[in-house]
């Protein structure tokens, strides 16, 4: 029997050690995950117990924990509605939402990173103190974007194209996040339906997680593409009539002022750009084909989320198109839908000589002790298209401003590349009004995407030039100091 | 002149070296009970109080009796066993203890703990009573088919009208008068002790075996009849009490004798097809086991979290236990009543999270040198029953340990069985503490040239 009781030992020892392995994967790889998950009120309940990092700008908090009379025995404050976009909530019985669950384990002090800082306090007994959050956006390009937007829904995102920085991230209307992290669980959740129901609906973000028609904003996709293709050039000209019908259908599309573009029987792409016509892309986008421009959005980031650390939803794309829908959808029509920081991300890419960061807006994490505990560095998130592509877009983009109808982000003394999008949601529908642009066109120093939702309280009859470009225009110039 | 010393008769003494060992061992297991005690009212009480004595003294007393009566009665016994399983039973009354104080802090009034400290001098005692009443290993082995009604009448108990429960979905339980008990962990050992008996007499014939087919050797039709019995009860255990584990145990720990008896590694492969076909078209057919396979597979999707008798405990299980990571909370320092059954099916994710990984790994290698010791009186015992009794109750040891501490880790999928001797629960004490007592008493009677020592 001793042979078989040695493999009856072996078995036994194998189902042991699965169960070593299974502890592992959960109490150290998955910690971090599982401590992140909406649903584990652990950290809620542990950050009473410790006092939460605070949320950074500028060295200023926008988000802190101070001391309170409860046994809760700490509550959470927050600045500035300014800030509700990014900071998120922190709640007893809503949970989190923003930053405050992206970077929950920090901010709690229960990241690996902080592995030495529990060690002490488990030696001396003193609780662990959370890390706090630096970020990395500027605050008067915060506020400039929070005046600019006044009292319209819709989001500005600024990044610098350099680095990936976020420099501003707004969403309107804001609200006030200090009513969720009341104590009071009736006034909390009374707090949080009132929200809920508001009809301008406060709580989404429209900045990162909400999709939106882009409208001529796409062109800028589409002119990429074709010429990172190598077979078109800005000057390359398409034919110029004032209708097209769509192929394999009766309807027709018309340019935005129901013209031609311009007075030729041709029209260039750069032109067509700069005028904002929509029959010349509708025929480059079906010459280039929607496998070119599907290709050309991935490297954009369509179809994928980004983690900055709070978690995007992807922009859309959509696939298996007829020639018609292809037509629409090279204008920004059809199904084609996008966040404004994935449009802040195309202008970036471009603005940035083809090669595209990934999104940032964690400057730093300290410990208590002030000791760095991670400062994310610039990644790559693609090389969206050739350097000398990126040029050619860049000056199509100038053209746009300078000479063209996204004049209002124009800035004196300083060279703006810049394209409004105004886009249709149906019928009798409000239009979503877009500026997405980089200043100083030749040294980008930032690139923002501006989406007005609900037409900007005027229906139909507002345009991107006339109420998102004045908004982008206010960003850029924070940014640089003009 | 002659060495009148050469012509005395020499003197035998017997030394318990064991007990000795044991005696420091015991020692060492006490004061770890005391400390984690201690540390439980220091961090939840901020003080220490004489209740500690109420939780750490009539185990230790007990443990102390168990050892007397070994130095008396079974003093060759395996030195390691009662000390392991002290402080397993030691940790798990001071775990229950901290989730008592947990409860009572936060206004509720359901606590364990006294409870647990009855249960286990109840069990403690049955145990001595093994060691003291059961002459000898063999004694069992007149009781084989005695063995085998009881342990089927327990198997079956819970299905009975009137007193059978059912508690979370399964069938386990009966319930007479106000208490509950759970009769499946008393007929593990009933089962064990006839498997054992049975197998002895009929290993021969069980291991001729027929023609060879594909490379491998078929048993003949009429040994596989046994084979197709114990499988057909143990789904029928697995359809009517609807507990997936209970019935992996029973028919895991049957295998394994079989493999340990004959040799032949057919039966383990027959049996385990056999039993995974049973048990998938099982799942198939009922949605309660088939909403425990999914919650296994998907436990973090929101519609098995939510679900009525879905994954929200294993979720919050796991929560627990990435929240104690790998240095733990310290004791009372966790929040471990967020996991329903945080003191009885789920104290190991309690334990987890209060003493991390580092602490779960101590738990898991006094399980497996439990089980080491015991599969170690199956190698040294000479006697055939005897080796496959030690090695049948300490595989359903390690089996039951794998299935539910695997359950709540994600290993297999979860079940109703609870932790041996860790997990609050009268019937899982009194069923383990048997199981000691059956061990330290096999052990005992090894023999072997250690048994005496001339001076």
Redesign the interface.
């Known amino acids: 029997?001793?042979?078989?009781?040695k493999?009856?030992?072996i078995?036994?020892?194998i189902?042991?050690l699965?169960?070593?392995v299974?502890?592992?994967?959960?109490?150290?790889i998955?910690?971090d995950?599982?401590?992140a998950?909406q649903?584990?009120?652990?950290?809620i309940?542990?950050s009473y117990k410790t006092q939460r990092g605070a949320i950074l700008v500028d060295g200023q908090p926008i988000a802190q924990s101070v001391k309170s009379d409860d046994v809760y025995r700490y509550t959470r404050r927050y600045d500035s509605p300014m800030y509700s976009a990014i900071t998120g909530f922190f709640s007893i019985y809503q949970g989190s939402t923003g930053l405050e669950s992206a970077m929950n384990s920090y901010l709690t002090g229960?990241n690996?990173s902080q592995?030495f800082e529990?060690?002490s306090a488990?030696l001396s007994g003193n609780p662990v103190t959370g890390g706090a959050v630096e970020l990395t956006i500027n605050p008067k390009v915060q506020k400039a974007a929070w005046d600019a937007l006044g009292d319209k829904a819709g989001a500005v995102v600024a990044l610098d194209p350099k680095t990936g920085n976020i420099l501003a991230m707004v969403s309107k209307p804001a609200w006030d996040a200090n009513l969720l992290s009341v104590h009071d669980g009736q006034t909390s959740n009374a707090n949080y339906n009132k929200l809920l129901a508001a009809k301008s609906a406060p709580l989404l973000n429209r900045a990162y997680t909400e999709l939106y028609a882009p409208g001529s904003v796409f062109k800028i996709v589409v002119s990429t593409a074709a010429i990172d293709s190598g077979k078109y050039q800005p000057d390359s000209r398409f034919p110029n009539p004032a209708k097209l019908t769509l192929p394999g259908t009766t309807t027709y599309i018309q340019n935005s002022g129901e013209g031609r573009c311009g007075s030729a029987t041709t029209v260039s792409i750069a032109d067509a750009l700069r005028l904002s016509c929509n029959i010349p892309f509708a025929q480059l986008g079906v010459a280039i084909g929607q496998n070119t421009i599907a290709d050309q959005a991935a490297k954009f980031g369509f179809g994928k989320t980004v983690k900055f650390p709070m978690t995007s939803t992807a922009s859309i794309y959509p696939s298996n198109m007829d020639d018609a829908q292809t037509a629409l959808s090279s204008f920004g029509q059809y199904d084609v839908r996008v966040t404004p920081l994935q449009m802040a991300m195309v202008s970036a890419a471009v603005a940035n000589g083809g090669q595209l960061m990934k999104p940032n807006l964690v400057e730093a994490v300290y410990s208590s002790n002030l000791s760095i505990l991670n400062q994310p560095s610039p990644e790559v998130f693609s090389q969206a298209m050739s350097a000398d592509t990126a040029a050619k877009v860049r000056d199509m983009m100038i053209g746009a401003v300078a000479r063209g109808v996204s004049g209002n982000g124009a800035i004196p003394g300083v060279s703006v590349a810049g394209k409004t999008g105004t886009a249709q949601n149906g019928k009798g529908e409000p239009y979503t009004l877009w500026f997405t642009g980089f200043a100083p066109a030749n040294n980008p120093q930032v690139a923002v995407a501006v989406v007005i939702a609900n037409g900007g309280g005027m229906g139909q009859s507002g345009r991107g030039n006339s109420l998102a470009a004045p908004v982008a225009q206010k960003v850029m110039r924070a940014v640089l100091g003009k | 002149m002659t060495n009148v010393a050469a012509n005395l008769p020499k003197i035998v003494r017997v030394i318990p070296r064991n007990r000795n060992i044991e005696a420091l061992l015991l020692l060492f297991a006490i004061g770890i009970n005391a400390f984690e005690l201690s540390q439980v009212q220091l961090s939840i009480l901020e003080v220490l109080n004489p209740e500690i004595f109420l939780y750490l003294l009539p185990p230790a007393f007990l443990a102390v009796i168990l050892h007397g009566i070994m130095r008396l009665r079974a003093s060759e016994a395996d030195p390691m066993i009662l000390p392991i399983a002290l402080v397993l039973n030691g940790l798990g009354i001071a775990e229950i203890y901290r989730l008592d104080l947990g409860t009572l802090a936060n206004g509720g009034t359901e606590v364990f703990g006294v409870k647990q400290v009855i249960w286990t001098v109840i069990a403690m005692a049955v145990a001595a009573a093994v060691i003291i009443y059961v002459p000898s290993h063999l004694f069992l082995r007149r009781y084989v088919y005695v063995s085998m009604f009881i342990g089927v009448g327990l198997l079956l108990a819970p299905m009975l009208p009137f007193i059978g429960l059912n508690i979370n979905g399964a069938q386990l339980w009966i319930g007479v008068a106000g208490f509950t008990f759970q009769p499946g962990e008393l007929a593990k050992i009933a089962l064990t002790v006839f498997f054992a008996g049975y197998l002895v007499t009929r290993r021969e014939s069980l291991a001729i075996v027929g023609r060879k087919i594909f490379g491998l050797r078929i048993p003949r039709a009429r040994e596989l009849g046994p084979i197709v019995t114990i499988w057909a009860a143990s789904l029928v255990v697995l359809v009517l009490e609807r507990d997936l584990g209970t019935s992996l145990l029973y028919f895991g720990l049957f295998i394994v004798l079989v493999y340990t008896a004959t040799g032949r590694a057919i039966y383990v492969v027959v049996g385990l097809t056999m039993f995974i076909t049973g048990a998938l078209v099982a799942s198939r057919f009922m949605g309660y086991v088939g909403g425990r396979f999914d919650s296994w597979l998907n436990p973090f999707t929101q519609a098995n979290y939510d679900a009525n008798g879905g994954s929200y405990q294993l979720v919050q299980g796991i929560f627990g236990m990435a929240h104690g990571g790998l240095m733990g909370t310290g004791l009372g320092g966790g929040i471990p009543h967020l996991v329903p059954l945080a003191e009885s099916d789920f104290i190991i994710a309690s334990l987890g999270e209060e003493l991390g990984l580092v602490g779960m790994f101590a738990i898991l290698v006094l399980y497996l040198l439990l089980v080491s010791r015991g599969i170690r009186i199956g190698f040294n015992h000479p006697d055939d029953f005897s080796k496959l009794l030690a090695t049948g109750l300490s595989f359903v040891i390690a089996l039951q340990t794998f299935i539910v501490i695997g359950g709540v880790t994600r290993v297999v999928p979860l079940t109703g069985l609870t932790t041996p001797l860790l997990a609050a629960g009268g019937s899982s004490l009194l069923a383990n503490w048997i199981i000691i007592g059956v061990l330290l008493r096999i052990s005992d009677s090894i023999g072997g040239g250690n048994r005496t020592v001339n001076l």
Do not use: C, P
């Not at chain 1, 029997?1 to 009781?5: A, D, G, S, T, Y």
């Not at chain 1, 649903?39 to 950290?43: A, E, T």
């Open positions: 029997m001793k042979r078989e009781l493999r009856v030992s078995v036994i020892f189902m042991f699965s169960l070593f299974a502890s592992t994967g959960i109490q150290v998955g910690a995950t599982y401590s998950d649903r584990n009120v652990r950290s309940y542990d229960q690996s592995f529990q060690i488990l």
